[in-house]
C-alpha cells in the first residue's frame, strides 16, 4: 500500500499524525494557563474546564486517539530513519558534512523525538495517572483528589527542592520539543504540498512561529511556578 510502502507515503503518515498532536499541543498549553490565571486571580477556571471534559467514554476515546497518533508516528519515524541510513549506506556522514544549510534539529529529530517521549512517560505519570486514571479506575493513586488537576500541579511544581528540579526537567524537555517541532511542523507542511521556492522560507518561519507559541504556553506555567517556589522558599 501506497502510505505504508512508499517513502513519501511514510512522511505524509508523519504528517499528518504531527500536526495532529501540534493542535493537542496548543489546546493542552492553552488549558494549562488557566493554572496560572486561577494561581493569581484565586479563580477555579483549570478544574472547571477538566470538570466539564470528565473522566467518561469521550476522555478515554480522546486518550486512545491522541495515544494512537504518538505510536503511529513514533514507529512511522523509526522506520523512515532505519530507510534513510539503509538507502545512504556508508555515504552518510559525507552527505551530512555537504549539507552546511540544514539545520541541527532536522539532523536530530530521532534523537530528539525520543527525548520528548522519554519524559512525557514521566509527565503522564505524574498526571495523568493522578487524574483520569484515579477517576475512571477508582484507583486511589496519589494524596490528592483526582478531581482538583489544580492542586495536582501545584503540588509538583511548588514542592521545595523537588519541585524545583522538576520544573528544570520540564524546561529540558520544552526546549527538546521545540527544537522538534520547529522542524516538524515546517517539515509536515512541505509534504503536504506547501513546497514552492517562495513559500519554503516562509513556512519556515511559520514552523518556528507554531513551536513557539505552543512550546511558550507551557514555558510560562513552569516558569511561573518556579518562581512562586523559589519566592516561597525565600
Ligand atoms: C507546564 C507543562 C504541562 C503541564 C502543567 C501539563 C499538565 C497536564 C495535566 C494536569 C494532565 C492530566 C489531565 C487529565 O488527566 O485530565 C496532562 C495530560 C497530558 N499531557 Fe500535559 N502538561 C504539560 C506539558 C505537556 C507537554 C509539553 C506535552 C507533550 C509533549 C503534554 C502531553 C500530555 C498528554 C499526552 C496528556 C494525556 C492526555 C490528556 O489527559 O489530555 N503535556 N498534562
Given at each position: 500500500m501506497w502510505l505504508k510502502d512508499s517513502s513519501i507515503g511514510r512522511k505524509f503518515i508523519m504528517s499528518i499524525t504531527g500536526l495532529f498532536l501540534v493542535l493537542f499541543l496548543l489546546f493542552h498549553g492553552s488549558m494549562n494557563l488557566c493554572l496560572v490565571i486561577d494561581d493569581i486571580f484565586g479563580t477555579q477556571g483549570y478544574n472547571w474546564i477538566c470538570a466539564m471534559l470528565g473522566a467518561n467514554w469521550y476522555a478515554i476515546i480522546g486518550t486512545l486517539v491522541l495515544a494512537l497518533g504518538v505510536v503511529v508516528h513514533f514507529c512511522y519515524a523509526i522506520y523512515l530513519t532505519i530507510q534513510n541510513r539503509a538507502a545512504r549506506g556508508t555515504d552518510r556522514y559525507a552527505m551530512e558534512a555537504r549539507?552546511?544549510?540544514?539545520q541541527w534539529a532536522s539532523k536530530n529529530m530521532l534523537v530528539l523525538g525520543i527525548i520528548v517521549i522519554g519524559f512525557l512517560v514521566l509527565h503522564l505519570y505524574n498526571f495523568w495517572y493522578k487524574m483520569q486514571f484515579a477517576e475512571l479506575?477508582?484507583?486511589?493513586?496519589?494524596?490528592?483528589?483526582?478531581?482538583d488537576g489544580s492542586a495536582i500541579v501545584k503540588g509538583l511544581f511548588t514542592n521545595g527542592v523537588c519541585g524545583i528540579i522538576y520544573c528544570l526537567l520540564y524546561l529540558v524537555w520544552l526546549v527538546a520539543l521545540w527544537f522538534h517541532l520547529s522542524h516538524g511542523v515546517w517539515s509536515a507542511l512541505q509534504t503536504l504540498g506547501w513546497s514552492n521556492l517562495i513559500w519554503l522560507k516562509r513556512i519556515k518561519v511559520i514552523g518556528v512561529i507554531f513551536a513557539t507559541i505552543a512550546v511558550g504556553l507551557f514555558m510560562v506555567v513552569t516558569v511561573y511556578f518556579l518562581g512562586v517556589n523559589i519566592g516561597s522558599m525565600m
Open positions: 549539507q552546511e544549510g540544514v479506575t477508582g484507583v486511589e493513586t496519589s494524596m490528592f483528589d483526582p478531581q
